[in-house]
């Protein structure tokens, strides 16, 4: 069975950072895509990152330059830091691969 467990959510001021993690187990992880996605209040969930087996990333343009995912696939843990965090960042964040996903953890950032 697969979980995946994010951690590292909190409250921060804007500018400042945070760095979420993601425990995943079962046998899934190091041969697939992980992906990073967030939600905030009223909206549709977003696709914020995404991180292939080799360590190869993608990320939403909102993000670009800002947030940096990586992966431990030793450890089957996967990563999202998040700097210059500003308040529309505010959300739900999930990890995800293939079909499941995390209970998610959250990040309000204030101005």
């Known amino acids: 069975q697969v979980q995946l467990v994010e951690s590292g959510g909190g409250l921060v001021q804007a500018g400042g950072s945070l760095r979420l993690s993601c425990a995943a187990s079962?046998?899934?992880?190091?041969?697939?895509?992980m992906k990073w996605f967030r939600q905030a209040p009223g909206k549709q969930r977003e696709l914020v990152a995404v991180i292939t087996s080799g360590g190869s990333t993608n990320y939403a343009d909102s993000v670009k330059g800002r947030f940096t995912a990586s992966r431990d696939n030793a450890k089957n843990m996967v990563y999202l830091q998040m700097n210059s965090l500003q308040p529309e960042d505010t959300a739900v964040y999930y990890c995800s691969v293939r079909d499941y996903w995390g209970q998610g953890t959250q990040v309000t950032v204030s101005s």
């Open positions: 079962g046998n899934i992880f190091s041969y697939n895509a």
